[in-house]
């Protein structure tokens, strides 16, 4: 039987395992057996070279959210999944410093990541984690920060005195023999979402990363909610109460790209804003990054455009002209037709098509499965053609339409 997390760290914490984990070079996959097999034949034990193994597999995937930090950091499984990209931290940690925050707990902190954010900004951290695997490896990742502190313990049960800034990032997924599991509810967190509201109460700064896809409704009255996307993916939103909070904003999208990052915002409350114009499809189609749709402001964005909605309910805009803007890809409209497999397929055909990107909103449809119907080269063992077509799939009303696009490359 496999070590538990909290064993697999403490193989680590020896002195061999922290030479023989510095020893290893990069993980590769493919390698893996040899090594495993020359670390055993070497005298270590199947344990240990399990814990080095895996955890040099865990610091190679985290170089995606840390960088080169991850060569000297500790990580579990499931606080590698939830942890906050070293860049987004610092995002968080600036809320704070503005704010004037002195100390900060870090409630619930993971592997210590928005600790380490605010820690380098010379704020005062007090980071609290109740898995203790998990406590493990934020003390060694915060070695190196003189004002940090982590205390093993239940994030609701530590005294608060003499804080003025909390930040929590809760428990979203529970572990098992099987792996983890995501929890939706935001009162099945740990701590959960009223524990924050009780928190906010108290006057502090307070901030708390949720899982993007939050309700609307359960969204508190009174605080700022930020969705945030990085290289296109949406991995959060952040609830900001107090002096952490803009003034006037209640809801936003933050996008960052390879061009930097850009945000619009709201000060409606869900639900209010600009009603946007409908209209055909015609001239550019653009598709809104997704913290814009979790946010609400699909309407915000194609007044900026100066577009409308195809469909009142679908997240597409529609613009005679094309407009450069970091919160939608853009693509040209070239043809518009009625939403038909055969007649579909008719026009794969005719137009030499053999590489097909299908997009979807607002319809069943499953891409692939579309996909295998109109390429030949199936069952069928036909020829498929050379060319590349981008198709869109929605609803205008009560009517599936297809549309023919060719994709607009993004500004320098």
């Avoid at 002096?243 to 409350?269: C, F, H, K, Y």
Wanted: proline share 6%; glycine share 10%.
């Amino acid at each position: 039987m496999a070590d538990a997390p909290q064993d697999q760290i403490a193989h680590l914490l020896t002195s061999e395992g922290w030479e023989l984990l510095a020893s290893l070079g990069p993980y590769r996959e493919s390698e893996a057996f040899s090594v495993n097999a020359g670390l055993r034949k070497a005298g270590h034990s199947p344990e240990l070279v399990a814990a080095v193994l895996t955890q040099s597999r865990l610091r190679t995937r985290a170089e995606a959210k840390f960088g080169e930090f991850a060569r000297q950091m500790l990580f579990t499984q499931a606080g590698l999944e939830q942890a906050t990209r070293l860049n987004v931290a610092a995002r968080h940690a600036e809320r704070f410093v503005k704010a004037g925050t002195g100390h900060v707990a870090d409630l619930g902190c993971g592997l210590g990541a928005d600790s380490m954010a605010l820690a380098s900004m010379d704020i005062k951290v007090t980071a609290v984690e109740l898995d203790e695997a998990t406590a493990a490896c934020a003390t060694i990742n915060l070695m190196p920060f003189p004002h940090a502190t982590v205390v093993h313990a239940d994030a609701t049960a530590v005294s608060l005195e003499g804080i003025d800034g909390v930040w929590l990032d809760p428990a979203r997924r529970t572990t098992s023999s099987s792996g983890t599991k995501r929890i939706w509810d935001p009162e099945d967190f740990s701590p959960p979402l009223s524990y924050v509201e009780s928190l906010a109460a108290s006057g502090r700064a307070v901030g708390v990363k949720m899982g993007p896809g939050i309700p609307h409704d359960s969204v508190p009255a009174g605080c700022e909610a930020q969705w945030m996307s990085v290289g296109g993916d949406v991995t959060e939103v952040a609830l900001w109460f107090n002096a952490v909070a803009r003034p006037g904003v209640r809801r936003a999208a933050l996008v960052i790209g390879a061009r930097g990052a850009a945000e619009i915002t709201s000060g409606e409350d869900f639900g209010g804003g600009p009603l946007p114009d409908v209209g055909p499809v015609e001239g550019y189609l653009y598709e809104p990054d997704g913290a814009v749709i979790r946010a609400g402001l699909v309407a915000d964005v194609a007044l900026q455009l100066g577009g409308h909605l195809v469909d009142e309910h679908i997240a597409y805009i529609c613009a005679p002209a094309l407009r450069d803007t970091p919160f939608a890809r853009a693509y040209k409209v070239l043809e518009v037709m009625p939403y038909n497999v055969k007649a579909l397929k008719a026009w794969v055909k005719a137009n030499g098509v053999g590489v097909l990107d299908i997009k979807k909103r607002g319809t069943a449809v499953t891409p692939e499965e579309l996909r295998k119907q109109l390429l030949p080269g199936g069952k069928s063992g036909g020829k498929r053609g050379s060319k590349t077509a981008t198709l869109v799939l929605t609803r205008i009303g009560e009517e599936r339409v297809a549309v023919v696009v060719e994709p607009v490359a993004a500004a320098a």
